[in-house]
Nanobody, 117 residues
Framework: QVQLVESGGGLVQPGGSLRLSCAAS????????MAWYRQAPGKQRDLVAT???????NHADSVKGRFTISRDNAKNTVYLQMNSLKPEDTAVYYC???????????WGQGTQVTVSS
């Protein structure tokens, strides 16, 4: 059973930083792609950043230059470093993993990020 567990969310002031973690119950080398999505109240779930098994990354234009996705294969964990946070970054952030061999997709339970003064 694959489980993804996010942590690191919380309340932060505008301009502040947070680092989200996504710990997997299996080796993350199994996943061809891992990603972070976010969903604000009343809005659709949007892609924030992706990272491949080879380490290639992509970031949404709205977070480019402020957020960085990374992975630590030894810890089976993917991170999202978020700097210069803005109120519009407020959302529930979800970890996502795609297993190419079976085409299975997995989601974490989400972690709340609130940016407010």
């Amino acid at each position: 059973q694959v489980q993804l567990v996010e942590s690191g969310g919380g309340l932060v002031q505008p301009g502040g930083s947070l680092r989200l973690s996504c710990a997997a119950s299996v080796s993350i080398r199994s996943f061809s792609t891992m990603a972070w999505y976010r969903q604000a109240p009343g809005k659709q779930r949007d892609l924030v950043a992706t990272i491949t098994s080879g380490g290639s990354t992509n970031h949404a234009d709205s977070v480019k230059g402020r957020f960085t996705i990374s992975r630590d294969n030894a810890k089976n964990t993917v991170y999202l470093q978020m700097n210069s946070l803005k109120p519009e970054d407020t959302a529930v952030y979800y970890c996502y993993a795609f297993w190419a061999a079976t085409r299975d997709r997995y989601w974490g339970q989400g972690t709340q990020v609130t940016v407010s003064s």
